[in-house]
């Protein structure tokens, strides 16, 4: 694997990280009065950013 294909999937990574992280604190706090929505939509949106991140992996290499 090239340097470049490195940083591009280094930035992928951190890129689909950070948002899903978004994305769980913003429904976490969103949904408060809902604690067990609120947990089962963090864990799906974990769920498909750790997804996206092995199918970006799988597709670059």
Do not use: D, P, R, W
Request: glycine share 8%.
């Amino acid at each position: 694997m090239t340097q470049v294909t490195a940083g591009i999937i280094g930035i992928s990574l951190g890129a689909v990280l950070l948002i899903s992280t978004q994305l769980i604190c913003y429904k976490l706090f969103g949904y408060s009065e809902n604690y067990h929505k609120a947990v089962v939509i963090s864990l799906s949106c974990m769920l498909l950013g750790v997804l996206a991140t092995l199918l970006l992996i799988k597709i670059t290499t």
